[in-house]
């Protein structure tokens, strides 16, 4: 018959020549490559979001951890700021954050008999699993998509002859 590279089986279903075969494979690869893509950037913002999260509650015990202590019948014991950095170390569970406590006069009270205990912790987001891998592919290249340093911060106000 003709020189055509279809083929008939019948008046409706066209045979395509072998050099077709294997072209559904090689686009569900590349649609495959696409989504694991996107799956990747999506649990790795939300891994974003809970290291957040737990850097707030981190800071938050930290600072309560002080309150506590200062607020204890054994009001001879003073209160360490660094003992917040302790436990908000213990909070923050395997993120290995770095924490800062600060001791300073409190802006609201002009008295001076208060001062207010800040503890700030802090991560490199780099050390998240899928964040390293984001960055290799170009995804989280700290142009802002993905930030390279967590922060939270947590103040609470004490007696200013309980802190040390």
């Known amino acids: 018959m003709g020189g055509s590279d279809v083929a008939t089986l019948g008046p409706y279903r066209p045979v395509h020549?072998?050099?077709?075969?294997?072209?559904?494979?090689?686009e569900l690869s590349l649609a495959m490559c696409v989504s694991?893509?996107?799956l990747a950037a999506v649990v790795g913002y939300g891994m974003v979001f809970w290291a957040q999260q737990r850097l707030s509650y981190a800071a938050g015990e930290g600072a309560r951890a002080v309150l506590d202590a200062?607020?204890?019948a054994d009001a001879q014991a003073p209160v360490s700021a660094a003992d917040a950095c302790a436990v908000a170390r213990r909070a923050a569970g395997?993120?290995?954050?770095?924490?800062?406590?600060a001791v300073r006069a409190c802006a609201w009270d002009p008295t001076g008999q208060?001062?207010?205990v800040s503890v700030s912790v802090?991560?490199?987001t780099a050390g998240l699993p899928l964040v390293g891998i984001l960055r290799l592919l170009g995804v989280?290249?700290?142009?802002g998509w993905m930030p390279a340093r967590l922060a939270a911060q947590a103040t609470v106000q004490v007696e200013a002859e309980r802190v040390q």
């Open 122 to 124: 802090s991560y490199e």
């Open 17 to 26: 020549a072998p050099r077709q075969r294997g072209a559904a494979a090689i």
């Open 94 to 101: 395997w993120l290995s954050v770095d924490c800062v406590p």
């Open 70 to 72: 200062s607020a204890r």
């Open 36 to 38: 694991m893509l996107v």
């Open 140 to 143: 989280a290249d700290g142009t």
């Open 114 to 116: 208060t001062e207010c």
